[in-house]
């Protein structure tokens, strides 16, 4: 059973930092591109980073790249995102989403993580 | 970037109706990289159809995609209880990926 155990969001002050990690099981991890996408509780999907699966190979929004740093380590099976600079607008449930090979969509996700970003 | 424009926003109908969700693209996109999910209140987003057309997992046959250029589609043939749910489209195309802004699906 293909499993994503995501952690590591909480309250954090604006221009602070956090580390969101994605435990993963149940499939060959080192295969597979993996994805964050956050939603605003009550919004829609966004997404924010990609990698391939060697790592050589990453994607940023716009709203995060120079701030966000994907990353993973394929002998533990895990996604990381470190997140530097965070404003207000960052405030969301991040979750990270398995790549179905070749057709760039997600098919499996992530329970998610809420970061908040207040003072 | 390419822009998902999803119409309608809120989609009002019956259990035993048909459902019918657009999802236009600000430029063309390849079929092979369309989706279409669903979520429900307190879910995580669940796929529902990848290449515009294939269904995913253990997804029912009442749901279909179809489509291609700008302009797809996600239809339901009769809409069952579970079904009311928010739908969103996603592209990929040239390392960035976008999601359609969504259609609620809610009972009448």
């Known amino acids: 059973e293909v499993r994503l155990v995501d952690s590591g969001g909480r309250l954090v002050q604006p221009g602070g930092s956090l580390r969101l990690s994605c435990a993963a099981s149940?499939?060959?991890?080192?295969?597979?591109?993996m994805h964050w996408v956050r939603q605003v509780p009550g919004k829609g999907l966004v997404w924010v980073s990609g990698m391939n699966t060697d790592g050589t190979h990453t994607m940023y929004a716009d709203s995060v790249k120079g701030r966000f740093t994907i990353s993973r380590d394929n002998a533990k099976n895990t996604l990381l995102l470190q997140m530097n600079s965070l404003r207000a607008e960052d405030t969301a449930v991040y979750y990270c989403?398995?790549?179905?090979?070749?057709?760039?969509?997600?098919?499996?996700w992530g329970q998610g993580t809420l970061v908040t970003v207040s003072s | 970037e390419v822009v998902l424009t999803q119409s309608p926003g809120t989609l009002s109908l019956s259990p035993g109706e048909r459902a019918t969700l657009s999802c236009r693209a600000s430029?063309?996109?390849?079929?092979?990289?369309l989706a279409w999910y669903q979520q429900k209140p307190g879910q995580t987003p669940r796929l529902l159809i990848y290449?515009?057309?294939i269904r995913a997992t253990g997804i029912p046959d009442r749901f279909s995609g179809s489509g291609s250029g700008t302009e797809f589609t996600l239809t339901i043939s009769r809409l069952e209880p579970e079904d009311f749910a928010v739908y969103y489209c996603q592209q990929h195309g040239n390392s960035r990926y976008t999601f359609g802004q969504g259609t609620k699906l809610e009972i009448k």
């Open positions: 290449a515009a057309s």
């Open positions: 149940g499939f060959t991890f080192s295969s597979n591109w």
């Open positions: 989403a398995k790549d179905l090979i070749g057709h760039g969509s997600f098919d499996y």
């Open positions: 430029q063309s996109v390849s079929s092979t990289y």
